[in-house]
Each structure stands twice: as C-alpha cells, then as structure tokens.
C-alpha cells in the first residue's frame, strides 16, 4: 500500500522537479495529485509516463491525503498550509513561512532524521533554504568527528533560486549582449546579472546582512548545534542551476585533510572529487541533474589552529529543495507512517 500525495504548486520549476524526483526514486505512491493556483488551472505537469492536469488549489480538499508538498512561496503557503495540517496531511513545505517556528522542525535527513518526530505538533515539516542544505550535510559528519566553533560560507548561487522569471531574465540579458534591439534592463535583479555578479541576495537587514545571509546562521544553528558561529557572504552568479560554496570552517581540535576527505568519503548524500590536477574538481554545470552534494578542493588552512577549506556544489532545485523534500517525504513514511 502507498501514500495519497498532493504537490502544491506542481507547475512552478521545484514543484515539476518534486514530481520528476518522486517519480525517479520509485516513492511509493498510489494516488498523486498536481495542485496550482487557479491562473495555472490546467496545465500539464509530467509524473514518469503520466500526465496530470493541475486542479485548483484554493478548492481542494486535503482530507484522506498523507502527505503535501508544497512549492509556493510564504503568502499562499500561510493560507493553505494550515488548511492541510488540520485535514490530517502532513505538509513538507520548502517555504522560509515555518523554519524558524519551534514547534516545526527543519530536516535535513542526511544530518537531523530524528527531528521528524516532532512534525505532530503542527503536523508540519519545513524544509531549508537551499543554500543551506548542500552545506550541512558536509558539516554534520565532520562536527560529529571534531567540533565546529566557526564557519565562514561565501556562496555562489545559480539564478534558479530566483525562480523562472530570474532565469529568464539571464537568458535575455545574455541573448542581448549579441543581439541589437534586445536589450534587457534588469527587474528581476538589482544589477545586470548577465557576466557579472551580484552580493545581494533577499532583502537588506538592520545588521548589513541579507535575508539569505540571515537564514544561513539561522538554519545551520537549527539543523546542526546552536553553539557554531557561522557567518556568511551570499552572491548571485550568472549560472542557470547548481550552487557552489567555498567553505572554511574551524574546529576545537586538529583534524586532518586526509581525515576530512575520508570522513565525506563515507558520509550520505555526499560525493567526494578532489584530485589536485586540472579538472579535478566539481562545477555547477556538472551537477545539474545529479542527487549527489559534491565536495572538492578539501585542504588545511594554517591560517588559523584547526582549519580546513573545502569547496561544495549542489544542484539547488534538487537537494536545496525537491529532492530534500522527497527525502523527508520518505523519511516520514520509514518512521511513522509506515505505508510504502
């Protein structure tokens, strides 16, 4: 017996790629429905060799469905979400709404699986920013080898994570660049994106920090130990989909290269490429596609006591959302709802 899942907002690209990753890893489902706003009502959505037409969110009815994922931004997720949490289906959401809600935990299965038991207080799990995810899941197993004290994270993150309108936007400003006449003057974005990079990402706080910036700390305190210090730089790079880190990260006792490499050699949901040669290292492009958090450029830092650099890329429309969520998906039926 399988599981009744709903996937809010199905037509947007996490929602289509929550479809494509349920339906790769074979989830166990015997009913699945494409749920989207009313202006979307219609439109086909692939699952594997099937075609589903999305239904109309605002009139579902989500009692007798076990799971929802959602990937809608915070407004609709606010309105909907507490409407399926009441009709007994646990929502996974991939939403900033409940991340920092006590009483909602934020998974990462690779790193906090035991979290998913709290998800009855609300009946709701939250799923983190994705710059986020790809990075805890290298620094779990090496906190739990010799403890974190501080992190210093500068990202490198793909357009995607703006959504379609922001790919577009690359696309167009590329295109123009050779083309006379089109031109594209940046909306989406602050500044050009187009051959250029952008350190603005989400809006400015009080602090100087951006809101990306802020959720990183934020999240990482959450999922991993409150006590790691973590400070961040986040900048928006002309690629279309993959995020890259460069990470530093110091630790209360001496670790070496060689043990951090086997460490992440041996840890889930990671890939290790780090050969010292051209090429031997991992790209955004080149995880397009791939499940996989790959780490590469691991070395010491003797610039400070016990520090190691390490380079990491994710493809951020899978790990750093739909694949995520899938995961918890399926970690929440292994633990408690045990159908599948």
């Given at each position: 017996m399988g599981y009744r899942i709903a996937v809010v907002g199905a037509t947007?690209?996490?929602?289509?790629?929550?479809?494509?990753?349920?339906?790769?890893r074979e989830f166990p489902v015997d009913?699945?429905?494409?749920?989207?706003?009313?202006?979307?009502?219609?439109?086909?959505?692939?699952?594997g060799d099937r075609t589903l037409k999305s239904e109309d969110l605002d009139t579902f009815d989500f009692a007798g469905w076990d799971m929802a994922l959602f990937a809608v931004g915070s407004?609709?997720?606010?309105?909907?979400?507490?409407?399926?949490?009441?009709?007994?289906?646990?929502?996974?959401?991939?939403?900033?709404?409940?991340?920092y809600d006590p009483d909602v935990p934020l998974i990462v299965p690779e790193v906090n699986p035991d979290a998913v038991m709290d998800y009855s207080k609300k009946n709701i799990i939250a799923n983190p920013n994705c710059s986020t995810a790809q990075m805890v899941v290298a620094?779990?197993?090496?906190?739990?080898?010799?403890?974190?004290k501080r992190v210093v994270v500068s990202t490198y993150q793909s357009v995607s994570g703006g959504g379609k309108d922001?790919?577009?936007?690359?696309?167009?400003?590329?295109?123009?660049?050779?083309?006379?006449?089109?031109?594209?003057?940046?909306?989406?974005?602050?500044?050009?994106?187009?051959?250029?990079?952008?350190?603005?990402?989400?809006?400015?706080?009080d602090s100087g920090e951006t809101k990306e910036e802020w959720k990183m700390v934020a999240e990482t305190k959450k999922i991993v130990d409150p006590k790691i210090k973590v400070t961040a730089t986040c900048v928006r790079v002309p690629v279309f989909v993959g995020h890259?880190?460069?990470?530093?990260?110091?630790?209360?006792?001496?670790?070496?290269?060689?043990?951090?490499?086997?460490?992440?050699?041996?840890?889930?949901?990671?890939?290790?490429?780090?050969?010292?040669?051209?090429?031997?290292?991992?790209?955004?492009?080149?995880?397009?596609?791939?499940?996989?958090?790959?780490?590469?450029?691991?070395?010491?830092?003797?610039?400070?006591?016990?520090?190691?650099?390490?380079?990491?890329?994710?493809?951020?429309l899978r790990k750093g959302?739909?694949?995520?969520?899938?995961?918890?998906?399926?970690?929440?039926g292994r633990r408690v709802l045990k159908k599948g």
């Open positions: 947007g690209n996490v929602g289509r790629e929550m479809l494509n990753i349920l339906d790769e009913e699945i429905v494409a749920l989207a706003s009313r202006r979307s009502l219609g439109t086909e959505c692939s699952f407004e609709a997720t606010k309105k909907y979400a507490p409407v399926a949490a009441k009709a007994g289906c646990v929502v996974i959401d991939n939403s900033s709404l409940y991340r620094l779990k197993p090496l906190h739990d080898r010799a403890t974190i922001a790919m577009d936007e690359l696309w167009l400003q590329t295109k123009g660049m050779y083309v006379p006449g089109q031109e594209k003057s940046p909306e989406i974005f602050t500044k050009q994106i187009a051959f250029n990079v952008i350190p603005h990402i989400d809006k400015f706080m890259s880190e460069a990470i530093n990260i110091e630790f209360e006792e001496f670790i070496d290269e060689d043990e951090v490499r086997e460490i992440l050699r041996q840890s889930p949901g990671i890939l290790v490429v780090d050969k010292r040669e051209d090429g031997g290292y991992t790209t955004p492009v080149e995880c397009v596609g791939d499940f996989a958090t790959y780490i590469s450029r691991i070395r010491q830092d003797s610039t400070i006591e016990n520090g190691i650099n390490l380079w990491c890329v994710s493809d951020n959302a739909a694949l995520n969520a899938v995961q918890i998906a399926e970690l929440l």
